[in-house]
């Protein structure tokens, strides 16, 4: 953990830890699984918001608890870009962790494989399977996404592959 | 021109059974030589086989149309992508298939090369709960009439990604499949192929890739690119060892390997054999392995038969007519019971060993209680929402 940013460690330390180690095939411990993964949601949306630093909305889409979809923002020379997220959570979970998936962004970056999942191999997985299977959701957003957003938002916006719906409202005007 | 018209039309007839007469027109007569030759003993059996290959790319792709080759009985393909141009690096698919998912396109190439071979292509993600589903219940479908608890008789994984192996790991272990698995690394330059028998060998999650440990900056993300190296050549020869440790499995000839790995720079090829973990984290894998261990008197008595009727059939005539010196063999298990007063793996006073013994089955420890959330899952829900809303 030596060379991530200390909000992010901060951060990190004050999400809950997850116990149960099931999968969306166990039945009943995958929904005791579910209430870990939503507390552990609940303590880091809140903290987000507490600390002015807001970053995501996420929410199951299916009952099982196997499908979430939401969005996610990151702000740029005080504008903000906001994408879908979504992601599936794999059957071997939490062996393996979700991949998480920005679908507006799928082609225009090589940090993705397809169908827009973002890449997590080098800064995150090693993470994610030393820590089965206390991590969870969470961590997967505080740890995979939030760095990811980090580092290729400014590069996607600069580069003109992405641009604020601002701009591109005006620009299908004129 | 017109020889080109002409060949693009020519589709073979099936043909009902393997054939060993050499004309120019049968295309199993160099196959049903291996039987002549002394290699094979029943090559027809070839065609009472099924496999099923997951992920129809480099490598999954060249093995499948080997197999095709080689007349092999049922082929299962599974791949939720599509064919691309950034593909034809690599062998098997060509320019025209581009938009097609590559289970259709290499159905439609290998029907054409072996009509013969029962074709069966699955377009899915077998990482997700529903594709999941999909894949257990196809690899079962036969195997009532098999009488087993799978209907094909090996999968191949030629994925290209640690969460698709670990899918299929954990359904060949629910189904006590013997797999194979392959890789090539991303630099292109190495590969492997791995024989997994569940309880026998380790599975994929008993021995976790090497978690490198973190301390990742999120600014070095910049410098690694997603897009990995390949060669045709590395996935040619990845492919081909896997189908030759297939058919030797199948067919049952020479030696099939536990695991071959493949370093092109040096052109050396590392083997190994890899026992199953007593602590792996798979639950399906733990329970193959008590199956394994508690089968083990079974398996000693078959392999002591089977040495006893050999050496039966051997021992009719003494070897040496004189024996001056009263030389003789002595049995392992006597040479152990003479090193009186000693168990053979005694540690001394006040050592125990960290981890349990491999052919013994230990139970598991009893994970400590999990906490107790009494929370209804409906409120946390409702509270996420909540958050989601403000």
């Given at each position: 953990?030596e060379?991530?940013?200390?909000?992010?460690?901060?951060?990190?330390?004050q999400?809950?830890?997850?116990?149960?180690?099931?999968?969306?095939?166990?039945?009943g411990p995958w929904?005791?699984?579910?209430k870990e993964?939503?507390?552990?949601?609940?303590a880091?949306?809140?903290m987000?918001?507490?600390?002015d630093?807001?970053?995501?909305?996420?929410?199951?889409?299916?009952?099982e608890?196997?499908r979430?979809?939401?969005?996610?923002?990151?702000?740029?020379?005080l504008?903000?870009?906001?994408?879908?997220?979504?992601?599936?959570?794999?059957?071997?979970?939490?062996?393996?962790?979700?991949?998480?998936?920005?679908?507006?962004?799928?082609?225009?970056?090589?940090?993705?494989?397809?169908?827009?999942?973002i890449?997590?191999?080098?800064?995150?997985?090693?993470?994610?399977?030393?820590?089965c299977?206390?991590?969870?959701?969470a961590?997967?957003?505080?740890?995979?996404?939030?760095?990811?957003?980090?580092?290729?938002?400014?590069?996607?916006?600069?580069?003109?592959?992405?641009?604020?719906?601002?701009?591109?409202?005006?620009?299908?005007?004129? | 021109?017109?020889?080109?018209?002409?060949s693009?039309?020519?589709?073979r007839?099936?043909?009902?059974?393997l054939?060993?007469e050499?004309?120019?027109?049968?295309?199993?007569s160099?196959?049903m030589?291996?039987?002549?030759?002394?290699?094979v003993?029943?090559?027809?059996?070839?065609?009472?086989?099924?496999?099923?290959?997951?992920?129809?790319?480099?490598?999954?792709s060249?093995?499948?149309?080997?197999?095709?080759?080689c007349?092999?009985?049922?082929l299962?393909?599974?791949?939720?992508?599509?064919?691309?141009?950034?593909?034809?690096?690599?062998?098997?698919?060509?320019?025209?298939?581009?938009?097609m998912?590559?289970?259709?396109?290499?159905v439609?190439?290998?029907?054409?090369i072996?009509?013969?071979?029962?074709?069966?292509?699955?377009?899915?993600?077998?990482?997700?709960?529903?594709g999941f589903?999909?894949?257990?219940?196809?690899?079962?479908?036969?195997s009532?009439?098999?009488?087993?608890?799978?209907?094909?008789?090996?999968?191949?994984?030629?994925?290209?990604?640690?969460?698709?192996?670990?899918?299929?790991n954990?359904?060949?272990?629910e189904?006590?499949?013997?797999?194979?698995?392959?890789?090539v690394?991303?630099?292109?330059?190495?590969?492997h192929?791995?024989?997994?028998?569940?309880?026998?060998?380790?599975?994929?999650?008993c021995?976790?890739?090497?978690?490198v440990?973190?301390?990742v900056?999120e600014?070095?993300?910049?410098?690694e690119?997603?897009?990995?190296?390949?060669?045709?050549?590395?996935?040619?020869?990845?492919a081909g060892?896997l189908?030759?440790?297939?058919?030797?499995?199948?067919?049952?000839?020479?030696?099939?390997?536990?695991y071959l790995?493949?370093?092109s720079?040096?052109?050396?090829?590392?083997?190994?054999?890899?026992?199953p973990n007593?602590?792996?984290s798979?639950?399906?894998?733990?329970?193959?392995?008590?199956e394994?261990?508690?089968?083990?008197?079974a398996?000693?008595?078959?392999?002591k038969a089977k040495?006893?009727?050999?050496?039966?059939?051997e021992?009719?005539?003494?070897?040496?007519?004189?024996?001056?010196?009263?030389?003789?063999?002595?049995d392992?298990?006597?040479?152990?019971?003479?090193?009186?007063?000693?168990?053979?793996d005694?540690?001394?006073?006040?050592?125990?060993?960290?981890l349990?013994?491999?052919?013994?089955?230990?139970?598991?420890?009893?994970?400590?209680?999990?906490?107790?959330?009494?929370?209804?899952?409906?409120?946390?829900?409702?509270?996420?929402?909540?958050?989601?809303?403000?």
């Open positions: 953990m060379g991530w940013d200390p909000s992010t460690k901060s951060a990190l330390t999400i809950p830890l997850l116990t149960t180690r099931a999968g969306p095939r166990d039945g929904t005791q699984r579910l993964e939503y507390r552990a949601l609940i880091y949306t809140s987000n918001k507490s600390n630093n807001d970053w995501f909305r996420i929410s199951a889409a299916n009952p608890g196997t979430w979809e939401g969005t996610c923002w990151y702000v740029h020379n504008r903000r870009y906001e994408f879908q997220l979504q992601f599936d959570i794999p059957v071997t979970y939490p062996a393996t962790a979700p991949e998480i998936e920005l679908p507006q962004l799928d082609g225009k970056t090589h940090k993705m494989y397809r169908g827009g999942k890449c997590l191999t080098v800064h995150f997985k090693p993470l994610w399977a030393k820590n299977p206390r991590f969870g959701i961590h997967a957003l505080c740890l995979g996404l939030a760095p990811w957003l980090a580092a290729e938002v400014p590069i996607l916006v600069d580069s003109g592959m992405v641009k604020h719906k601002d701009d591109e409202a005006t620009s299908a005007e004129s | 021109m017109t020889l080109i018209m002409k693009a039309t020519i589709r007839s099936k043909v009902k059974e054939s060993a050499v004309v120019d027109s049968n295309p199993y160099r196959l030589a291996l039987q002549r030759m002394g290699i003993e029943n090559y027809e059996k070839i065609r009472d086989f099924s496999v099923a290959i997951v992920g129809i790319g480099g490598v999954g060249v093995a499948a149309e080997m197999l095709t080759r007349g092999i009985g049922r299962l393909l599974y791949d939720y992508d599509t064919v691309e141009l950034a593909n034809m690096n690599r062998l098997f698919f060509r320019p025209d298939q581009v938009g998912t590559k289970t259709d396109a290499a439609q190439t290998l029907s054409d072996n009509p013969d071979v029962v074709l069966e292509s699955y377009s899915l993600n077998i990482t997700t709960v529903k589903d999909t894949f257990i219940e196809s690899l079962k479908r036969k009532a009439e098999e009488g087993r608890s799978s209907g094909v008789d090996l999968v191949l994984s030629c994925v290209d990604n640690y969460e698709a192996r670990m899918v299929v954990q359904a060949c272990n189904l006590n499949q013997t797999w194979m698995e392959s890789g690394s991303e630099d292109a330059v190495s590969g192929i791995q024989l997994l028998v569940p309880g026998e060998t380790a599975c994929f999650a021995a976790p890739p090497l978690v440990a973190s301390g900056d600014r070095t993300l910049k410098r690119g997603v897009c990995a190296a390949s060669l045709p050549t590395t996935m040619g020869v990845v060892l189908v030759q440790n297939s058919l030797k499995y199948l067919l049952k000839f020479g030696q099939v390997s536990p790995g493949y370093n720079l040096k052109d050396y090829f590392p083997a190994m054999e890899m026992k007593p602590q792996c798979n639950s399906a894998c733990l329970q193959r392995q008590k394994y261990i508690q089968a083990k008197p398996r000693d008595a078959l392999a040495l006893d009727a050999e050496s039966s059939s021992a009719e005539c003494p070897l040496h007519m004189d024996n001056e010196w009263h030389i003789s063999v002595v392992d298990s006597e040479a152990e019971s003479s090193n009186i007063g000693k168990k053979p005694a540690l001394p006073d006040g050592l125990v060993h960290e349990p013994n491999a052919d013994k089955y230990q139970e598991p420890p009893a994970s400590g209680e999990t906490s107790a959330i009494t929370d209804d899952l409906e409120e946390l829900q409702r509270q996420l929402d909540a958050l989601n809303s403000s």
